[in-house]
């Protein structure tokens, strides 16, 4: 079992100031020399508040969007979706009237 972390007024008030500063806890735990869960850990005890601002994060990429124009034949992302797991894995989509493809009748 690991030792009991005795923690000091000087360690406390750093991480107070450091998380109402915005900084965070990876950052935290690298100026006191702890792991971030240590760090954590003793901020919510702590009710440490603060952290990195959520309009400084940059918002993710919709995963899908229900209004979008059809995407086009073979696009990647398509034809990605309709031959994985199959003998067409990784080739090319030829659309059927590429040059040089021979009519087959």
């Known amino acids: 079992m690991p030792e009991r972390r005795i923690w000091t007024d000087a360690a406390d008030q750093t991480i107070r100031r450091m998380r109402g500063d915005g900084a965070t806890w990876a950052a935290i735990a690298a100026v006191l020399g702890l792991s971030r869960n240590t760090i ?3 901020g ?3 009710c440490a508040a603060g952290g990195p601002s959520q309009a400084a994060r940059p918002k ?3 995963e899908d969007d229900p209004n979008r124009p059809p995407l086009p034949a ?3 992302r398509s034809w990605g979706l309709l031959t994985r797991g199959t003998i067409l894995e ?3 989509f030829v659309p059927l009237a590429a040059p040089g493809r021979e009519d087959e009748r």
């Open 40 to 42: 954590i850990e003793r």
């Open 44 to 46: 919510r005890r702590l």
């Open 60 to 62: 993710p990429p919709p």
């Open 74 to 76: 073979g696009h990647p």
């Open 90 to 92: 990784g080739a090319a």
